[in-house]
């Protein structure tokens, strides 16, 4: 038992000596009423893109088509749903071409998670794999054709109460129909698609199209760590950040996005050089659990999970934070966030000076 210790103690120190996340490095928020920081002034500088975002019916009870619009151009498409039938079904995401020319989709980046029965986790891992990057890729759709918009959406079978999500961005260079189905299993997608009828939404109609699939924030001032103390920005609480309000292109009705799920996130936060600051992420809605890009000459590794060592939390309100790292001022820091589905807004990223 006595070796046992020791080693541990061994590890502890190891991993706080090299691990620029260990709770060793930082003065954390402990103490801090965090609902009660100031919130540090953000402008929006830039924001653009097109969001498809399907997520209603989120609990999909029978075959059809969940969501679809035409697009062209730069356009994001988030999709989350769950198997509610009794029986396994077959996801998928087809591109159609009904121009009289070739259209050219080059799939950007993009994430996909699940399927699963752990909706967070799920949640979770489609945001980390968006964030770690992936490989581009070209489809080429002949003049009335059809393709998938990955094979890989459609290669696992989702049993019942499994939950599917994904997030590919992309660029069409002439207008394309998207639709995200969930079809019988084993069936011919591109068949199925020429007589599926649009499912009608649930209650809380999570679907539409947005304009606005990417965000821009910058600080209005310098953050100086001598003078500032501890604050805080506030992100997709529809007040200080307000949610995006589209068009559900099936039926015509406005929509609003709670939660801004979709949209991606660039904070810019320059600070003057002088002393170290840490960065926390604490949620303020609830349960929890996604990633947050980091990028910074300091940074030892991006995305970070929040939070690290668990899949979710939340339910702590005065305890629950994740640690993003301490940081050398004068350089300026960018994180890239986005709402992860199966979580709950908003949340806070803290600025403590050490």
Not at 300 to 319: E, H, I, Q
Request: charged residues 15%.
């Amino acid at each position: 038992m006595r070796n046992a210790i020791k080693l541990s103690l061994v590890t502890v120190i190891l991993f706080s000596l090299l691990c620029p996340l260990s709770i060793a490095s930082a003065v954390g928020p402990q103490g801090q009423n965090i609902d009660y920081l100031p919130e540090w002034e953000m402008k929006l500088s830039s924001q653009s893109g097109k969001l498809l975002f399907s997520d209603s019916p989120e609990m999909v009870e029978s075959d059809g088509i969940l969501y679809q619009d035409k697009v062209e151009g730069k356009a994001r498409l988030f999709f989350y749903h769950v198997n509610a039938c009794s029986v396994p079904k077959q996801m998928e995401v087809l591109i159609e071409n009904k121009s009289n020319r070739v259209a050219h989709i080059t799939v950007r980046q993009y994430g996909l998670g699940g399927p699963g029965f752990a909706w967070m986790s799920v949640g979770k891992e489609t945001l980390t794999s968006y964030l770690t990057g992936s490989q581009p890729y070209q489809i080429t759709i002949p003049p009335g054709g059809v393709m998938p918009l990955s094979t890989s959406i459609s290669e696992t079978a989702v049993l019942p109460n499994m939950l599917i999500s994904g997030m590919f961005d992309f660029t069409a260079d002439r207008p394309v129909n998207v639709k995200v189905m969930m079809l019988p299993l084993l069936e011919d997608s591109e068949k199925f698609a020429r007589t599926a009828k649009v499912l009608a939404p649930d209650q809380y109609h999570l679907r539409g199209t947005f304009e606005g699939a990417d965000r821009k924030l910058t600080a209005v001032y310098p953050y100086d760590p001598a003078s500032d103390g501890p604050v805080a920005l506030t992100l997709a609480d529809n007040q200080i950040d307000r949610y995006l309000v589209g068009v559900d292109a099936t039926n015509g009705k406005r929509v609003v996005n709670y939660g801004n799920y979709g949209v991606v996130y660039q904070l810019v936060i320059p600070s003057k050089s002088g002393g170290k600051v840490a960065y926390y992420l604490a949620p303020r809605g609830g349960e929890y659990a996604g990633a947050i890009g980091v990028t910074h000459p300091d940074a030892a590794w991006s995305p970070v999970a929040t939070p690290m060592g668990r899949v979710y939390f939340g339910s702590n309100k005065s305890a629950d934070f994740a640690f993003l790292g301490t940081y050398d001022t004068g350089e300026p820091m960018l994180f890239t966030f986005s709402p992860p589905g199966a979580s709950n807004l908003p949340v806070r990223i803290l600025i403590l000076p050490q």
